[in-house]
């Protein structure tokens, strides 16, 4: 890839030239390995092509079937949207990650993200708009453009989308549904039964006047 990249001064030079692992436990790695990827996709399906012509059967097969996945646009419109989302859970992971984060604290911050969320969700139109265009262009970089699967008369392994407007099609089968998961794994990571036993912040002698002795005695 490094070749191609040398190669093609059509497009800025990207400020990375090597991937990163995706890490399934780490959300700020996981944000980062995500945005190197959107910054270095041109070069990938560019390189994929040129593996596409070797002789070796298995290498071209695999490169045509890999191309053909990240050029669908379910995977272009998927990536901006992740993009664009983790930033919000990368700011909050780097936060939670201080030793001296309060508990208070941190739920307060949890709280600013899952209302981020919440605004996202309640603009998904607009949002989706800017996500869209960012998508298309992508998509443009490699002579491909965004479209809506081909839908059949009656759908049976997904829901009945009525609607022919892409935008609105990837608002509700793919946006709507990644958010709300979003939004529901942070009010499950940080549920009540935390925020109960928070009280106890009045144990320690810069919180004492923070709390009422009756609550830090219940949160006991």
């Known amino acids: 890839m490094l070749d191609i990249i040398s190669k ?46 070797m002789t070796d059967s298995e290498t071209a097969c695999k490169s045509i079937g890999f191309s053909a996945s990240i050029k669908r646009s ?11 989302l983790f930033s919000h859970t990368k700011t909050l992971s780097l936060v939670l990650q201080s030793p001296k984060l309060e508990l208070s604290k941190a739920f307060s911050h949890v709280k600013n993200v899952i209302d981020v969320m919440d605004d996202i969700r309640e603009n998904s139109v ?5 996500y869209f265009k960012n998508a298309s262009d992508m998509a443009a970089l490699v002579g491909e453009e ?9 759908q049976t392994t997904r829901c009945n989308i009525q609607t022919t407007d892409p935008i609105e099609w990837y608002r509700i089968t793919i946006f709507l549904p990644f958010i709300d998961h979003l939004i529901s794994e942070l009010k499950l990571r940080f ?10 912040e009045g144990l320690i002698p810069t919180h004492i006047d923070k709390y009422d002795e009756s609550n830090v ?4």
């Open 8 to 53: 093609d001064d059509s497009i800025p030079a990207p400020s990375k030239t090597k991937l990163k692992a995706l890490c399934a436990t780490r959300w700020v790695e996981r944000r980062d390995s995500i945005l190197t990827f959107r910054e270095l996709y041109s070069y990938i399906i560019f390189t994929l092509e040129e593996l596409e012509k």
């Open 74 to 84: 379910e995977f272009l419109i998927s990536l901006e949207i992740v993009a664009n």
């Open 126 to 130: 607009s949002k989706l708009e800017t």
């Open 146 to 154: 965004i479209r809506i699967p081909r839908l059949c008369g009656r």
């Open 191 to 200: 549920n009540e039964k935390l925020s109960e036993v928070m009280p106890l």
């Open 217 to 220: 005695i219940k949160a006991r």
